[in-house]
């Protein structure tokens, strides 16, 4: 692993041209794009983040919105297994504890996947092998990256089970994963990702299997589990709810790219983006009194292909006429500063969103 | 939900007795119906089977001592149960005097030239039983990997170059790759004798004689199992599993190696099944294109003389190896895939 | 939020404006069961059988949307079956406009499948890939015999613009439509035969967030213009708020509880109401620490093979008794419109008071539940039974529970949260 440098960056905001940020995971102007018969599909156009240990990430956003591949894109899960499809073309920066993972040697950051950072996926049944028992699946994950016995893997991995909450973890080991049931799989699924303490857990889509009532069972694990591990975690999901359950900041995704990102509250109280404001008001909410009518965004999520020019949400944002001289159909508007640690990419000014939210919005959510 | 592990030994046993008891069910129903039809459907057909045996010049008194010594005038359900019995505890044909003991696998006399048609089966057997067993092992071999290759470079010039030899191999007749084999190795080239040696004269004849046949029929399989695997193995990359498993940091000879394979192998296995079942019921192509003393030759001579015992025996004995093959294939199955259970 | 009062104001003057047409019984299903049998061995003998649905009783009155809520496994998919019957039932009775159509055959079901109409989760397996959205949506004309007014061309066109489509899209094909048009395209489908009813089984689950929103907004526009009958099945419970008048919550083939949506949602009765409830993430990163308000779950669901004896969710529940063991709680009506089968129900007075040991199971189950919870449980189940013995027993009309404590120094009786020690 390379050396750690102190190039004071802001915490939050990544600094171009540093050698090696301070941040324990800064991902800079990410891009990862599929050729296709079609076209070129930007899932990914220009994505920036940091994360600190200890630290959740949610990344929110609908079908298409690159989540997931920024997730893949990390792991480095991309450039192995697209076996004769075209290769994706991936730039940018991946920094993980001082290394970047786009130019270092594949096989030493296949040797960090597992160890350093690991990943759960959303449907634990066809995440797991379904011809080998949940006990050798976790041990194979713990041997590659530990010099260890069977028997000592063995015990590590009942040991594991026994923390996620799988009742006689010691029977339960050899037992294989269609006889689980969905929560009980998606806990092996955890205690295999945890088994060797990795400092970076990707979480995507971790309950959208889930019945609501196991649901809650695994977010409360999750969140438990943080506390204990220490770990940097991200959590990718469409489902507001448990991105506010988990997560200390939220970025939020629309067309391949970061439109908002900031602390929890911020953006839950204090959105900044007109799509933010649609996710808001679209989804019917139980803690609140019951409202009339949702607020949804129209027209449909943009064509990864033929993003439209300017701010890809203008053909849906009901405010695209707001600022003058048609700029949000004709430049793509950057992230900017709109708050202590939240960012925004929209042409309104801060007064007009402010006016707009106070006003239109939040009222009627 | 909870089980326990996937199958103990007693419950493979278990599972093992229900089977065979239940192969004995149907060997019974394939002999009856194989009976009906070869016995029924002559005299149907206005043929007197004992005219068969003795020919047709042969005078009246002829034909009705064999069928009396062949129990051709008893009804049906004699001829069955006597048949049976000859199978397990053997049976005597007596009639005008003359009294043959049939020792106890008992399956009759040949209608054309009056030999015993057991020893027959078991002359014959082992060479069909080399063939098939030997080509398997070849187009398992060079099929499985030609189509993990093509998978794993999926649109390369060795993809395209394969699948295009596999279009080939599954297109082209037995006997057309059998006697350009053939002509280049045996009569061209004269690298290879090309006679059939049995085992027991000798190893490296039999091998001489066999290599041909083999690479042949290895070479149709081998094309199918290719295009299978190809297809199999590009589904099973795109599984979620496989994902994981890069996920954990394994090395990817183990990810396909290992995880990727044993999901690859079941539809492979099954076809492996059927094909093996299949083959040793005759490679008549192969076995006639290298005149190889197998059983398919048997039958194929037994059909053009109307050999109806031959016919019957044959049938038998493939019903057996298909049974075995599928018994073998099913439990072999349930090791790979624990989700298959053995009830 | 600021406007929480402004909001309240809203929501309270305008609940409902929809043609509450008659309210007279649309739909009416009795003691209805499907058991999917399960067979094995070479005879096919039956040696079990999945009990999707087990026993319901429901009515479901003209104008009004009835939701359905409920895990996997519940039965709810299998009850939207039946009552469209798309499925035979096992047992029991389903009559519509006062007609039992139980076992009716394809051809006596005919004219019915005009009045009772069924929009699915997936958009895009739902409909043919080789047909245009032309040929989708004049399908049931041509099924019915029917000829619209000015011809199906016109018709399905109208239609067309009725959900919102562009009716010029006429001769596309399904896949030229992205996921919340091709929802779009089933409810025009649904529509054509101008239905009496419509079940909707997850019709916005599968839907992007935002597209959701708008097919929600379009089944409840549609509702109003053409004074339809909904029932929507859904595991989503913030979505059945949204969309419901009534809401059924089942569990392993049974409904647990019946009620008007604001009385569910205020004060459920059955326990399991109350963990579902609790269950769901909120979107509000500040609630994040007032985790002590939900009821965790051990465990999941039991299988519908065989299911427990009782009371279906004694396994789980922190309030089990014996009586939750071996007596199955009838679903009765405790307050005007709410209905709940439970022993031991929330914001009620006890069922089976004289029942106080708790089960092993439910100890084990109220520790996940936070003692504030239980607490307050305690307090109101309490109160209640303190106003009913009060009050006549002809005066049933608790309707509103005393408000809440926030302090959880509310001293609960011995018998309503023993499990709890610290």
């Not at chain 1, 692993?1 to 939050?12: I, P, Q």
């Not at chain 3, 649309?26 to 067979?39: M, S, Y």
């Amino acid at each position: 692993m390379t050396e750690l440098s102190k190039s004071g960056a802001a915490v939050g905001e990544p600094v171009k041209d540093s050698p090696a940020p301070s941040a324990f995971l800064e991902v800079r102007d990410l891009k990862v794009h599929f050729p296709t018969d079609d076209g070129l599909v930007k899932s990914v156009d220009g994505l920036s983040f940091t994360l600190e240990k200890g630290k959740t990430l949610g990344i929110v956003g609908e079908s298409g919105s690159g989540k997931s591949v920024t997730s893949l894109g990390i792991m480095g899960l991309h450039t192995t297994g697209q076996y004769g499809k075209r290769k994706a073309q991936i730039s940018g920066e991946i920094w993980l504890d001082g290394t970047e993972l786009l130019t270092a040697d594949p096989d030493h950051v296949r040797k960090l996947r597992g160890r350093e950072m690991a990943m759960i996926f959303q449907d634990p049944l066809s995440a797991l092998h379904p011809y080998y028992t949940i006990g050798q699946q976790i041990v194979e994950a713990y041997r590659i990256h530990h010099k260890v016995d069977k028997k000592t893997a063995r015990r590590r991995a009942v040991e594991m089970l026994d923390r996620v909450g799988i009742p006689q973890p010691d029977k339960r080991v050899d037992s294989y994963p269609h006889e689980f049931s969905g929560g009980m799989r998606q806990r092996a699924m955890i205690a295999m990702s945890l088994v060797n303490n990795p400092e970076l857990l990707i979480a995507d889509e971790p309950t959208t299997a889930l019945d609501v009532t196991v649901q809650a069972q695994i977010l409360d694990l999750i969140r438990d589990l943080q506390k204990e591990f220490g770990s940097a975690v991200i959590v990718i999901t469409h489902d507001l709810g448990v991105v506010a359950e988990l997560s200390d900041d939220i970025l939020v995704m629309y067309g391949g790219r970061c439109i908002e990102r900031g602390p929890a509250e911020k953006v839950f109280y204090e959105p900044k983006h007109p799509y933010t404001w649609g996710l808001l008001g679209s989804m019917p909410r139980l803690d609140r009194e019951q409202t009339e009518r949702l607020i949804p965004v129209k027209g449909s999520p943009p064509s990864l292909i033929n993003l439209p020019t300017g701010c890809a949400f203008n053909p849906r944002c009901a405010y695209a006429d707001v600022p003058k001289d048609n700029v949000t159909r004709t430049v793509r508007p950057e992230l900017a500063q709109v708050g202590g640690r939240h960012w925004a990419a929209c042409h309104m000014t801060q007064e007009q969103r402010e006016r707009i939210w106070t006003e239109e919005i939040a009222p009627k959510l | 939900m909870a089980r326990g592990t996937a199958a103990g030994p007693r419950a493979v046993l278990a599972y093992l007795i229900r089977r065979l008891f239940a192969a004995a069910v149907m060997l019974v129903v394939i002999i009856l119906v194989v009976f009906g039809i070869f016995f029924l459907v002559p005299r149907w057909a206005g043929v007197d089977p004992a005219t068969m045996f003795v020919g047709k010049q042969a005078d009246p008194a002829a034909i009705e001592a064999v069928r009396q010594k062949l129990g051709l005038a008893d009804p049906i359900f004699a001829q069955v149960w006597e048949f049976f019995k000859g199978l397990f505890v053997g049976r005597t044909y007596s009639g005008g005097g003359d009294v043959t003991e049939c020792a106890a696998p008992c399956f009759g006399y040949s209608f054309r030239n009056e030999q015993a048609i057991w020893p027959v089966l078991t002359d014959r057997f082992p060479v069909t039983l080399g063939l098939a067993l030997g080509a398997a092992f070849l187009w398992l071999i060079f099929g499985v990997a030609a189509g993990v290759l093509s998978a794993l470079k999926r649109g390369s010039l060795w993809d395209r170059g394969a699948m295009i030899i596999a279009l080939g191999g599954v297109s082209l007749p037995i006997y057309f790759t059998g006697m350009l084999s053939l002509a280049i190795f045996s009569y061209g080239l004269g690298w290879i004798d090309g006679r059939y040696v049995p085992l027991s004269e000798s190893f490296t004849g039999w091998l001489g004689g066999m290599i041909l046949p083999w690479v042949t029929l290895a070479f149709l399989y081998a094309a199918m199992y290719a295009r299978i695997t190809r297809a199999t193995m590009m589904e099973v990359l795109g599984e979620d599993y496989i994902r994981t498993a890069r996920a954990k940091g394994l090395t990817e000879p183990v990810v396909i190696g290992k995880h990727a394979m044993r999901s690859t192998m079941t539809p492979i296995l099954t076809m492996l099944g059927m094909d093996l079942g299949a083959l040793i019921g005759g490679a008549i192509l192969t076995e006639t294109t290298f005149s190889l003393p197998g059983l398919g030759q048997a039958v194929l001579t037994a059909i053009s003389d109307k050999d109806l015992p031959v016919i019957l025996g044959v049938t038998l004995i493939t019903s057996l190896a298909v049974i075995i093959a599928n018994l073998l294939v099913d439990l072999l199955y349930a090791v790979i895939d624990p989700r298959v259970r053995l009830s | 939020m600021a406007n929480s009062a402004q909001r309240e104001g809203v929501a309270a003057g305008a609940t409902l404006n929809r043609d509450a047409a008659p309210g007279e019984t649309l739909l009416k299903v009795t003691g209805l069961q499907k058991h999917f049998p399960i067979r094995k061995g070479l005879l096919q003998r039956q040696v079990g059988a999945v009990r999707a649905v087990d026993g319901l009783d429901f009515e479901v009155k003209s104008g009004e949307t009835l939701g359905v809520v409920g895990e996997s496994g519940c039965g709810k998919s299998t009850m939207g079956r039946l009552i469209t019957r798309l499925l035979e039932p096992t047992a029991g009775k389903v009559e519509f406009e006062g007609k039992d159509i139980t076992h009716l055959g394809v051809g006596a079901m005919r004219p019915m499948r005009r009045d009772v109409q069924m929009i699915f989760q997936d958009p895009y397996s739902s409909l043919n890939p080789r047909h245009t959205i032309g040929t989708i949506i004049s399908a049931p004309f041509k099924l019915q015999g029917v000829t619209p007014e000015g011809g199906v061309k016109k018709e399905v066109q109208r239609l067309l613009s009725v959900v919102g489509l562009n009716p010029e899209h006429y001769n596309r094909y399904p896949h030229e439509f992205s996921g919340g048009q091709r929802q779009r395209i089933g409810i025009a489908r649904a529509l054509a035969l101008n239905p009496k009813m419509v079940v909707a089984d997850e019709p916005v689950s599968a839907l992007d967030v935002s597209i959701q929103a708008q097919v929600v907004n379009l089944l409840d526009d549609l509702q109003q213009e053409l004074g339809l009958t909904y029932v929507i099945i859904a595991h989503d419970l913030s979505v059945v708020r949204h969309v419901s008048d009534r809401i059924a919550v089942m569990y392993l083939g049974k409904i647990v509880e019946l009620a008007d949506r604001d009385s569910l949602y205020k004060a459920p009765m059955h326990p399991y109401t109350k963990a579902l409830m609790s269950a769901v993430p909120i979107p509000d990163p500040r609630r994040k620490s007032a985790k002590s308000e939900r009821i965790l779950l051990q465990g999941d669901v039991p299988s519908p093979i065989s299911p427990p004896s009782g009371c279906r969710f004694h396994t789980r529940c922190w309030k089990a008794t014996e009586i939750c063991k071996t007596t199955e709680p009838p679903l009765l009506e405790l307050k005007p419109g709410q209905q709940v089968a439970c022993h031991h129900p929330e914001n009620f007075e006890d069922q089976a008071p004289q029942d106080t040991v708790l089960l092993t199971v439910a100890k084990q189950a109220a520790e996940l539940v936070a003692d504030e919870v239980l607490a307050e449980s305690a307090a109101t189940s309490a109160a209640v039974a303190a106003e009913v013995t009060a009050t006549p027993a002809e005066k049933p009309a608790v309707t509103e529970k005393p408000v809440v404590t926030e302090t959880s120094a509310v001293a609960a009786p011995e018998d309503e949260a023993p499990a709890k020690e610290k």
